[in-house]
């Protein structure tokens, strides 16, 4: 057994039980995983991504043809992503066409036809969760963006050096920043400055006012770079800003350099 998957938790989601799917969980706790699988009723999806690494989708043999399901895989599809979790889908290759062409969001998803290789299901397991096996001594980062693609690129640039949740929502933020256990503190919040219903200025302010909050560093993620963009975003005195057209090398330099201060 390879202990350093015990970090990692794996989703497996199923329209109905499967034998098959018995002998996949079976074979991922085997090699270290921790496994939880939800069948049928996806209501409680959500609250699966806050404790799930990377989730699986089985795929029944007669989706392409079920509207209903089809649906579904689109809402499941939308929830995982908006967490910032990977996705893999298993199903019959006649299929994959069909899905794409249904539900367009899942040609950003990893695809397995079935019969999947156990084998190489789980080397993409470990590719996909590679640099991230001991989350423990790394520091933490929230990601708050309404966002989800843009909200999975920072993360995917900087999961190797920190351990990184993401939130699509400014509320969102404050309920799992209030939610989260000592010992699992966020230790950066990149807030992004314009955001639907409650936006960053505002979040801000509410972090400021909370006890548990008030002394995680704040650095604002802009899309503006104009002076005057940039003025208003540092009349708010966070602990910094970045351009959403920052690099990658040049992010991971300021978040060092901040987290270090």
Known sequence: MNTLNLQKSIGILLYQTSVIVKGIEKNLMDAGYRVATMTGDFHSLEDLTKTIDEFIVYLPGDISGDKSKLDTLGKITETVRESG??????????????????????RDCLWLDRPVDINTLK?????????????????????????????RMVKEWIKDSYKV??????MQA????LKVPEDEKVNL???????????????FQMLRQESATVDIPVIFLTGVGTRE??????????????????SREDILAYLKKTLEK
């Open 229 to 246: 963009g940039v003025s208003r975003v540092l009349e708010l005195k966070p602990d910094g800003y970045l351009l959403k057209s920052t």
């Open 174 to 177: 404050i309920t799992f920043l």
């Open 85 to 106: 979790k990977g996705l893999i889908m298993i199903g019959e290759k006649n299929d994959h066409a069909d899905i794409l062409r249904a539900v367009p969001e899942v």
């Open 165 to 170: 949740d993401i939130v699509t929502a400014g």
């Open 123 to 151: 080397e993409i397991l470990a590719k996909e969760l590679e640099g991230n096996t001991d989350p423990g001594e790394k520091k933490r980062i929230l990601i708050v963006d309404d966002d989800p693609s843009y909200a």
């Open 189 to 203: 919040i990149l807030l992004d400055y314009e955001m639907p219903v409650v936006d960053g200025p505002q979040v």
